[in-house]
């Protein structure tokens, strides 16, 4: 976006190691995604009718790291960390986001414990995905065993970001977008902030509360970006631990939401449980359940059946709203697989009924 060239990045993010990929940017906001470029690309491989290039391209290194390191720290006000000195552990999974992690932190009045900062493509020691439970269970437990006061982790690239807080339980991804879009409205009242179709209530629901105006989108880091822009919104943040910020081109960053729960922890006094406590003794989420079907439009159909009389959208899959609860369920775009988010506000009970009962449709 600097040089205002495209651009491409290695990457497989949180894949198994024997994945990689690429992912491509004309320029920030827009890039390409599976509904506009890619697919154009794939028809000019498949069919090697590569056009043929007017001149020769050159190849020139550049380093952004210590502008990276500048703008990043730019964000907050590093020194009302000294007022709690906060003890995190961070964990990178071995991939690459560990070594500018440690150069950022070191910059920061904080007790750093780290955890697989070194990067090794072998991955010895858990998986790159952080929403699988087992490559953050040692992360949970060391939180715990070490009365941290908050614990983070990375997927492999740095684009995506998950909290542990000081009881050992892991943040979901759309209660993490309330408390950090909350925080953003002090910094810049009245602003819009974007979350996607899967999300709890309680993002729309704080940040109306706090003069903030929410705006749903679609899932993928393409379109969320491009609404940013379009809105101009300060943040977006999605239940898969993608958050963007205006500030930082509408880019998604792991490090930056980082950075700002340290910011909030230590500006308030307050414990992460604290603030998570809040929310979740009014919103009962399920979490993000797959089931394999073999007819998925069919069982969208079933659905918009049973819940006729509900508040039907079809923004992203199907989004079903009551009073009290409302789910969203989405198709896989390469797998047999629909997905189902589902809330609450009555009870837990409640939702796991209500959950069962979808469940039930959907799986026929």
Known sequence: ??????????TASHNPKEYNGFKM??????????????????????????PIPHRHGSV???????????????????????????????????GMVGPILQDVYAQL????????????????NHGLDPLQPENRAELQQRVKDEGADIGFAFDG??????AIDDRGEFISGDFLTAILGRYLLEKEPNAKILYDVRASWAVPDGITADGGTPLVERVGHAFIKRRMADEG????????????FKAFTFADS??????????????RGVKMSQLLGELEAKYFISGEINSKVADAQGRLAALAERYADATIERI????????????????????????????SIVSREDMEQKRDEVLAIIRG
């Open 254 to 267: 792991g490090l930056i939401p980082s950075l700002y729960i340290m910011e909030l922890l230590a500006k």
């Open 1 to 10: 976006t600097k040089l205002g060239w495209p651009g491409m990045m290695v």
């Open 60 to 94: 020139n290194p550049f380093d952004f790291r210590e502008e990276f390191i500048t703008k990043v720290l730019s964000l907050i006000d590093g020194e009302s960390l000294a007022e709690r000195k906060l003890k995190v552990i961070a964990d990178t999974g071995n």
């Open 157 to 162: 690239d740095g684009d995506r970001f998950f």
């Open 25 to 50: 940017v004309r320029q920030m906001p827009y890039l390409l995604s599976g509904d506009e470029g890619i697919q154009d690309l794939r028809k000019l491989v498949e069919s090697e009718a590569f």
């Open 109 to 124: 009045p904080i007790e750093l414990s780290g955890m697989y900062l070194d990067p090794d493509g072998t991955l010895p």
């Open 233 to 244: 919104a300060i943040f977006a943040g999605e239940v898969s631990g993608h958050y963007y």
């Open 316 to 343: 992203d899959g199907i989004s079903i709203s009551y009073d009290t609860w409302h789910f969203n369920v989405r198709t896989s775009n390469t797998e047999p697989l629909m997905r189902l988010n589902l809330e």
